[in-house]
Structure formats: structure tokens, C-alpha cells
């Protein structure tokens, strides 16, 4: 019998369609699940009559794979994923490769390439973005780990993947360790901004602006033509104006609290450990928490008694400049993050390239990730990606309308935590001097923490006995 190409463990909705995607590009694939029960379903059903090879025990499933053995696995992430390589150790051989494109996090990945090279085995973390039909015609995949790995499975991923409008495959090597799972952690972070700011944006339309949604599905639409071209925009035209089978609005009749799991959460931990600030993205992971708390928003609407007013101050074009600017601060640090953390861990991560492959195939695809990996291509002299001209030129176009929805919102009634939370970073941001001095004269008064002056060079500390019986004593100078 003829040994298959790839292995896949986990017939879950991502893993069933990247074995379909497999197959259909002339590879034979084997398959194993936990439970047979779905792994026979799927080789009956889906995978019927295609070069999928179903099998009972890991034993079977890996002497059924051509060597150097290549296993990716499509669980859950945590103790999972552990679970199954400590099940497949005993099985392969030196150079054979285990991939893990679920939703790990990038600080176990690191662990586990560490660990399985001891073992004289290759792994690679990858990030696979675009949900199930993605999975099926074509992701974004993000591999990174053990570079030795990368010439043998790359032929493999680069015919998987999304293409691009110029014809490159969606998929790139991404480094060492972490970084591919690190990078679709990013990506996933920038994802939850995205869907925080459209959110609003429909908000505003709806209960500001004053549109039903018939004519908001058709703003999405024309939005989707332009500068703000995305996936995101695309479906959310399409979803305002879905119709269930009774004939009502489906969108009216889902319940306002949105889950998570984890990869928000994670990319803000992150940015708080290397010093980043990743204030829009923290914003949304914690306003799906407080939209999870529907039952103590009820009682608290009854007692407050809002309610949003129409407010003809607002036009379209106005929301449209707005969700645009504050789009590109959610990328702004998105690949701030991202800087920071390839210079803190010697990655070298190429982020002109990890913008050309969130291009296509991926949930964040959008028309200006080509002026993205331009800026960064041409190699500006830029700390941040909003100090660049093409940001500066964008934003500056968009910022009395951003500033307005803003104020006009809030005079009506209407939380936009998200767009507020990204004018106020750009301000920030865009501030020669911030109250900060305040705090650390605060910190210095009460724990002797120190200062600097702006009188003196950087990096000289000084400490003030502001009461006049403090003594000479200060506290060590020191950053988390």
C-alpha cells in the first residue's frame, strides 16, 4: 500500500478542512482522531472516495506515513497538545516533524520545539487563519519553530495556502521558537479590534445615525469597494441583512455577549510583559467581557435609564473616516507588538512579509496590508508604523471626523470604547509632554521610586524629600 504524504490528528471543523484541502491539491493524507467514531463518519462522509486514509490506533496512523514523518495536529490547545506528542514520541523517528497549527500559545511552543529537539525531532508552531472556509480553499498559515523542518513542508503549505492577487501563496516562515504561533496571536489581537470597531460602527448607524439595516448592509457594501476593503467589512454587509426563516432580521435575534478564547487576552499580556502599549486591542478583549455580563447590564440600564439619541450631527462619512483611522491604529500596534517582542527575543521577524500574508485566506485580510509590507519593505526609519508617511497621510485626512464621532457619541449616549480608546492612544501618542511627570512625582513622594528631570541627560535618577523628614533612601530604578 502506498504510504501517505501527511498525518493529521483532530477532525474538528479545522481539521477536516485542511485534510480536504490536502487531499484536493494530490497528496494522501492519513487521519486519527480520539475518538474513531469521527474519524469513520469523516472517511465515510466528506472523505469518501478521496486519498484519505482513516485509522484506529497512532500506531497504524504513523507506520502509514512516508519518512521524514509529518504529523500536524488539530486539538485544543493546552494539556491536549501535549498529551498526543507524548503519545506520538515513542512512535517516530530522528527528523521526523510534528506540527501544531491549533491556537497555542507561543510561550508552549517554544517549549515544545525546545523539548522535541531533544528528542531529534523537528517542531513547527503554526498559525492557520480563516476559519473553516479558509481551512478549506486556502489560509493564512504562520509556521515557525525548527528551521530544518521548513524545506520539507514547505512545498506542502505553499499549495494549501491562500494566494494573493499577485500570485504569492499566503505562508512564510516566521522563525524561531514561538514565532509563528506569536504571530497568529497578533493577528488574532488585531482581529478582536476589528470586530470591536465595526461593531460600533453598525451601532452608530443604527441608533445615532438612525439607519435601518437594509441601508447599513448597503454602506458595508460600498465600503467594502474602498479604502476599507476587508473580510470583515465584507461579511458584516451580508450578515446586517440576513433574514432567518421567519423573515425577521437573525442579527436582531442573536443575544449582545460575545465569547473569547484566549488569544486577545494573551496578546495583551504580552504587550503588558514587553512594555507595549496595546490599548485599542485591551479595550475589546474587555468589552466582550462586559457584554458577557448581560444580566447586570439589564438591571443597571433599568436604574440609569439610557437610552441613545439620534443624533444628525454624525453623517456616514463621518463613521466611515473614523473606523478607517482607528483600523490602522489596531494594526499600528498590532505590529508594534510584534517589533518589540522579535527585537526583545532576536526573532527577526519579517513584518513586510507577515503583512503580504495576512493578505488573502486570513479573518484581518484587508486592501492596505500592501501599504503595510510596503513601509515596511522600503525600509523607513520609523519606530512605529503610524510615524510613517503613508499612516500620517491616512490619518490626518480622517481626523476631524474621528474626533467627532467621538464627542458626538458620547453626547448621545452611545459607548464607542473602542474608537475612543484609539483617538486617545493617537493623542497620547502624538504628545510631546503627558501628565506622566504627575505620577512619578506621586511615586517618588510616597515610595521613593525617584525621577529624571528634564533638565538633566536621561538614565540620572533623583529623589526628592518632599516632606522634609524622609531620608536619603530610594527605592532601586527598575522597568517591568
Known amino acids: 500500500m502506498d504510504k501517505s504524504d501527511i498525518g493529521l490528528i483532530g477532525l474538528a471543523v479545522m481539521g477536516e478542512n485542511l485534510v480536504l484541502n490536502l487531499e484536493s491539491r494530490g497528496l494522501r493524507v492519513s487521519v486519527y482522531n480520539r475518538t474513531y467514531d469521527v474519524t469513520e463518519r469523516f472517511a465515510k462522509g466528506r472523505a469518501a472516495k478521496k486519498r484519505v486514509e482513516p485509522h484506529r490506533t497512532l500506531e497504524s496512523f504513523v507506520e502509514s506515513l512516508k519518512g521524514p514523518r509529518i504529523i500536524m495536529i488539530m486539538v485544543r490547545a493546552g494539556s491536549a497538545v501535549d498529551s498526543v506528542i507524548d503519545q506520538l514520541i515513542p512512535l517516530l523517528k530522528n527528523g521526523d516533524i510534528i506540527i501544531d497549527g491549533g491556537n497555542s500559545h507561543y510561550l508552549d511552543s517554544e517549549r515544545r520545539e525546545s523539548y522535541l529537539l531533544s528528542k531529534g525531532i523537528y517542531f513547527v508552531g503554526t498559525g492557520v487563519s480563516g476559519g473553516e472556509d479558509g481551512a478549506l480553499k486556502g489560509p493564512s498559515i504562520m509556521p515557525g519553530g525548527s528551521f530544518k523542518a521548513w524545506p520539507i513542508i514547505k512545498p506542502i503549505f505553499s499549495s494549501i495556502a491562500a494566494v494573493a492577487e499577485d500570485g504569492e501563496p499566503c505562508c512564510a516562515w516566521t522563525g524561531s521558537g514561538g514565532a509563528g504561533h506569536f504571530v497568529k496571536m497578533v493577528h488574532n489581537g488585531i482581529e478582536y479590534g476589528d470586530m470591536q470597531l465595526i461593531s460600533e460602527a453598525y451601532s452608530v448607524l443604527k441608533n445615532i445615525v438612525g439607519l435601518d439595516n437594509e441601508n447599513i448592509s448597503l454602506i458595508f457594501d460600498r465600503w467594502n469597494t474602498g479604502r476599507l476593503q476587508s473580510y470583515l467589512i465584507e461579511i458584516t454587509a451580508k450578515i446586517v441583512n440576513y433574514r432567518d426563516s421567519s423573515g425577521d432580521y437573525l442579527l436582531e435575534m442573536i443575544l449582545d455577549s460575545a465569547g473569547q478564547k484566549g488569544t486577545g487576552k494573551w496578546s495583551v499580556e504580552s504587550a503588558m510583559n514587553h512594555g507595549v502599549p496595546l490599548n485599542l486591542i485591551a479595550t475589546s478583549v474587555f468589552e466582550r467581557s462586559v457584554s458577557s455580563n448581560k444580566s447586570g447590564r439589564e438591571i443597571a440600564a433599568k436604574e440609569y435609564g439610557f437610552k441613545p439619541v439620534v443624533n444628525k450631527n454624525i453623517t456616514v462619512e463621518d463613521v466611515e473616516r473614523a473606523l478607517y483611522a482607528s483600523k490602522l491604529i489596531s494594526y499600528a500596534q498590532g505590529f508594534d507588538l510584534m517589533k518589540r517582542v522579535s527585537d526583545d527575543k532576536g ?60 464627542s458626538e457619541a458620547a453626547l448621545s449616549g452611545a459607548p464607542v470604547p473602542a474608537f475612543s480608546s484609539a483617538l486617545n492612544y493617537f493623542y497620547s501618542f502624538t504628545s510631546e509632554r503627558l501628565p506622566a511627570n504627575l505620577i512619578q512625582a506621586q511615586r517618588d513622594y510616597f515610595g521613593a521610586h525617584t525621577f529624571e528631570r528634564v533638565d538633566e541627560p536621561r538614565g540620572i535618577f533623583f529623589h526628592e524629600n518632599w516632606t522634609g523628614e524622609g531620608g536619603d533612601t530610594k527605592s532601586g530604578v527598575y522597568s517591568i
Open 347 to 406: 526573532w527577526d521577524l519579517d513584518l513586510s512579509s507577515i503583512a503580504k500574508i495576512w493578505r488573502n485566506g486570513c479573518i484581518i485580510r484587508s486592501s492596505f496590508l500592501n501599504n503595510i509590507s510596503e513601509v515596511y519593505k522600503n525600509g523607513e526609519s520609523i519606530t512605529s508604523l503610524l510615524l510613517s508617511s503613508y499612516f500620517k497621510r491616512e490619518i490626518e485626512e480622517s481626523l476631524n471626523s474621528w474626533r467627532k464621532l467621538v
